[in-house]
């Protein structure tokens, strides 16, 4: 039996959560700023990390008292290294050191995206070889799995990652912060009738949505030149459709190119509902097996922080008390510093 606490502080959340073999979880806290960032239109650092110097111990002490357990029957404490904000990342950090070093316990240090992907895990083992489509607020990015930890990136955004863009066209439209979910449900109540350009139709599996993004903000803003209405649910759904197209047909090309037939979705827009209702519909057409995360694990969570250190823990890939933070390292050089995989 192995009971492992793991942390996960990358940016506006503090969450923690405590796992009892593969895969029986017997707490899981999250500890959201979003109410602090939302009035300044986005996470400001600075006060994140603040805010996680003021939530640890607290996140900590509930953890611990809704898993019904103490410091001493911990077996690890796994904790995200990064990537993310530098100051968040380091309080969840230098706490989890603390904890390592006070009650005598190895220390796993988990990438964040690592993690992401690894919520798919959840209910039962992952299928390989798998493509993942990682999409969050800071990631878009195809992944080939040929095995368990092993990180091909396919694809990825030339510009900015689709989280980002769902939020800053959600400013623009005077949403309320994060603008991905508010943009989502409007997009349902909403038509496609604003033409939008097709992003990044060359053949390859990189995606862009900048160029997408600038589109929206320069309709909307002669429209409120000219004194016109526009449509923000009509502009939402018009926006969404172009960002779910190049999403599922990018991923299909890759499955197809790769031959792949086991793909799985993760990071925060992975909740989109259009998205996962449109990758159902691909994946049923091209007899392909779909994977999507519980809503509950999309966001940032700590379960999926345990969910990966629990692999690595089975296979001894632990740190020494000298991690620091690693704010970019991507997956693939990941994956390939680890022993386990030497
Ligand atoms: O994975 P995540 O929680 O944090 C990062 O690692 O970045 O992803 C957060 C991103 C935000 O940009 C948020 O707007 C977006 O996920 N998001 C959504 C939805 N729910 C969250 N985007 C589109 N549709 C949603 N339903
Ligand atoms: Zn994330």
Redesign the pocket.
Known sequence: MSLILAIES??D?MAMAVLKDKRNFLSSVVASQIDVHAKYGGVVPEIASRKHVESVTVVLKETLEKAGVAMTDIDAIAVTKGP?LVGSLHVGLQAAKALALTFDLPLIGVH??VG?IYSNNIDEDIIYPCICLV?????SELVLMESEFEFKIIGTTLDD????A??KV?RVLDLPY????V???MAAAGNITYELPKPLDDGSLNFSFSGLKSAVINLNHKHVQKNMPINKDDLAASF?AVVINSLVSKTMDALEQYGVKHLMLA???S?????REAMEQACTKNSITLRLPPLSL???NAMMIALAAKLMYDNNEFSDLSLGISPNIDIENESRSMKWKK
């Open positions: 990358s940016c959340e993310g964040h995206i992401h999409v969050s607020g800071g990631h990652a689709v989280g980002e769902y939020d959600g994060p603008g991905g979910p943009i989502d449900r969404q990071g925060g827009v909740a989109n509902r259009g998205l999309t966001g940032d």
